[in-house]
């Protein structure tokens, strides 16, 4: 039978390339073509979109797969006998099974979620609050999404534990030394960002894990701005909790996973009661709940993103994440080097290896007009806090704006931008 969402060869790549796990002969314009809003034009110029740390934009295999998931698929999952049943159900458990091996884990220690927040809070409220008590730290850092701080506070607040936090050093990358020195025995929970959706700073959290694992401290990563632009092995990161978002990395809003040790997963109550999660309900008290991952499960899912998010992991396997990543570095290189030559621009964190996430300013222009006037230039970036409060107070500005690449951007595209932000200093001169 064939299902919504199934692999396809992709026409950028050449046949001896197979996965893209190996060769770099990927035809990135016609990469590029597979994204149909990207030919669209904003304010009557075509349009530059680079905001990709905010969504990423969804290929027409995507596409298509929740088009077709609608017109001849279309039904709920695990619960009908029936033909359609049976066809949403493989769909729905082939996309958890696609994003397992994209990430070198067992299918059956994944939970599907609507996004990282709501992975964040399912570890804050089925793990640390019945856990923490007054006394216990949970380690955070400076760079976190407020989805990596504000579940944690709410956690302190009800349970009596502490917050501490790893500051930064001044190119943006994280204070390791401190970090080492407040992993006391009271820390019973590390969170982290694999990647920093502000500075595009790269966290070691391999190391940032083992370190935390040999004292006893859970460790919880953000992946939400790693897994779209590099290879992620959750396996050899050595975590206990790696939550995931699926629209920054191709598919559809409202989809995402937590994985967890199967220990944690065993042990962890239900964060939601309803349908599905359960074996057998009692008005007695008496329920007994399904195993992981299902538990944590409740409700009808979003079938249909999710076949789009397998849809989506099918499309980034076969273009091979190793050149994802290879080629928005070289597309990172080349808006550094522009950004030398514009007058009074700042650029907010310059750690080396960064991921493909430039926030930046220019003297005496606020972030929203300057975001406003490039909008009417047809190019598309963030201006604001970016969900990170604490981490523009410490860069001492109250907004910024962020140019996110994708390996779907062009070198002409960042031309065009540097032209754009050269015309708008001009017009506000």
């Given at each position: 039978?064939?299902?919504?969402?199934?692999?396809?060869?992709?026409?950028?790549?050449?046949?001896?390339?197979?996965?893209?796990?190996?060769?770099?002969?990927?035809?990135?314009?016609?990469?590029?073509?597979?994204?149909?809003?990207?030919?669209?034009?904003?304010?009557?110029?075509?349009?530059?979109?680079?905001?990709?740390?905010?969504?990423?934009?969804?290929?027409?295999?995507?596409?298509?797969?929740?088009?077709?998931?609608?017109?001849?698929?279309?039904?709920?999952?695990?619960?009908?006998?029936h033909q359609l049943g049976s066809e949403a159900?493989?769909?729905?458990?082939?996309?958890?099974?696609?994003?397992?091996?994209?990430?070198?884990?067992?299918?059956?220690?994944?939970?599907?979620?609507?996004?990282?927040?709501?992975?964040?809070?399912?570890?804050?409220?089925?793990?640390?609050?019945?856990?923490?008590?007054?006394?216990?730290?949970?380690?955070l850092t400076r760079m976190e999404h407020h989805?990596?701080?504000?579940?944690?506070?709410?956690?302190?607040?009800?349970?009596?534990?502490?917050?501490?936090?790893?500051?930064?050093?001044?190119?943006?990358?994280?204070?390791?030394?401190?970090?080492?020195?407040?992993?006391?025995?009271?820390?019973?929970?590390?969170?982290?960002?694999?990647?920093s959706n502000v500075l595009g700073t790269v966290?070691?959290?391999?190391?940032?894990?083992?370190?935390?694992?040999?004292?006893?401290?859970?460790?919880?990563?953000?992946?939400?701005?790693?897994?779209?632009?590099?290879?992620?092995?959750?396996?050899?990161?050595?975590?206990?909790?790696?939550?995931?978002?699926?629209?920054?990395?191709?598919?559809?809003?409202?989809?995402?996973?937590?994985?967890?040790?199967?220990?944690?997963?065993?042990?962890?109550?239900?964060?939601?009661?309803?349908?599905?999660?359960?074996?057998?309900?009692?008005?007695?008290?008496?329920?007994?709940?399904?195993?992981?991952?299902?538990?944590?499960?409740?409700?009808?899912?979003?079938?249909?993103?999710?076949?789009?998010?397998?849809?989506?992991?099918?499309?980034?396997?076969?273009?091979?994440?190793?050149?994802?990543?290879?080629?928005?570095?070289?597309?990172?290189?080349?808006?550094?080097?522009?950004?030398?030559?514009?007058?009074?621009?700042?650029?907010?964190?310059?750690?080396?290896?960064?991921?493909?996430?430039?926030?930046?300013?220019?003297?005496?222009?606020?972030?929203?007009?300057?975001?406003?006037?490039?909008?009417?230039?047809?190019?598309?970036?963030?201006?604001?806090?970016?969900?990170?409060?604490?981490?523009?107070?410490?860069?001492?500005?109250?907004?910024?704006?962020?140019?996110?690449?994708?390996?779907?951007?062009?070198?002409?595209?960042?031309?065009?931008?540097?032209?754009?932000?050269?015309?708008?200093?001009?017009?506000?001169?």
């Amino acid at each position: 039978m064939s299902v919504p969402g199934e692999a396809r060869p992709h026409p950028g790549l050449p046949p001896q390339s197979g996965n893209g796990a190996s060769g770099s002969g990927v035809d990135w314009n016609r990469v590029r073509g597979d994204f149909p809003l990207l030919a669209r034009e904003v304010h009557g110029k075509p349009l530059v979109y680079l905001d990709s740390a905010n969504t990423g934009q969804k290929p027409a295999a995507v596409i298509e797969a929740v088009d077709t998931f609608y017109r001849r698929h279309n039904a709920n999952v695990s619960r009908a006998v029936h033909q359609l049943g049976s066809e949403a159900t493989e769909a729905y458990e082939g996309a958890r099974a696609k994003l397992a091996r994209f990430l070198n884990v067992r299918a059956d220690d994944l939970v599907l979620t609507s996004g990282t927040t709501f992975a964040i809070n399912l570890v804050a409220y089925s793990w640390a609050l019945p856990r923490l008590e007054a006394g216990d730290v949970i380690l955070l850092t400076r760079m976190e999404h407020h989805a990596n701080i504000v579940p944690w506070q709410l956690v302190a607040q009800r349970t009596g534990a502490r917050i501490d936090v790893v500051e930064l050093l001044p190119d943006g990358r994280l204070d390791l030394d401190m970090l080492r020195a407040k992993m006391t025995g009271a820390v019973k929970l590390l969170a982290v960002g694999h990647v920093s959706n502000v500075l595009g700073t790269v966290n070691p959290v391999a190391d940032i894990c083992r370190e935390a694992r040999k004292r006893g401290i859970v460790t919880v990563v953000d992946g939400s701005q790693a897994l779209p632009h590099r290879p992620v092995d959750v396996a050899a990161i050595g975590c206990d909790f790696y939550a995931l978002t699926g629209h920054k990395m191709c598919a559809p809003t409202g989809t995402g996973a937590l994985w967890a040790r199967r220990e944690h997963l065993e042990a962890m109550p239900p964060f939601i009661g309803g349908g599905e999660m359960i074996r057998e309900v009692r008005l007695d008290g008496g329920t007994v709940f399904n195993d992981p991952p299902r538990k944590f499960e409740a409700g009808t899912p979003n079938i249909a993103g999710f076949v789009g998010l397998g849809a989506a992991v099918d499309y980034l396997s076969t273009l091979g994440m190793e050149h994802v990543e290879a080629r928005e570095q070289a597309l990172l290189a080349h808006l550094d080097e522009e950004f030398a030559k514009v007058d009074g621009l700042r650029v907010f964190g310059t750690a080396p290896g960064k991921a493909a996430v430039v926030s930046f300013a220019i003297d005496g222009v606020h972030s929203h007009d300057l975001a406003t006037l490039l909008d009417l230039e047809g190019v598309a970036v963030r201006s604001g806090q970016h969900c990170a409060h604490p981490l523009l107070e410490w860069l001492g500005v109250t907004a910024t704006c962020r140019a996110s690449l994708a390996f779907y951007n062009t070198h002409d595209e960042i031309d065009a931008f540097i032209a754009a932000l050269h015309k708008v200093r001009r017009l506000l001169a």
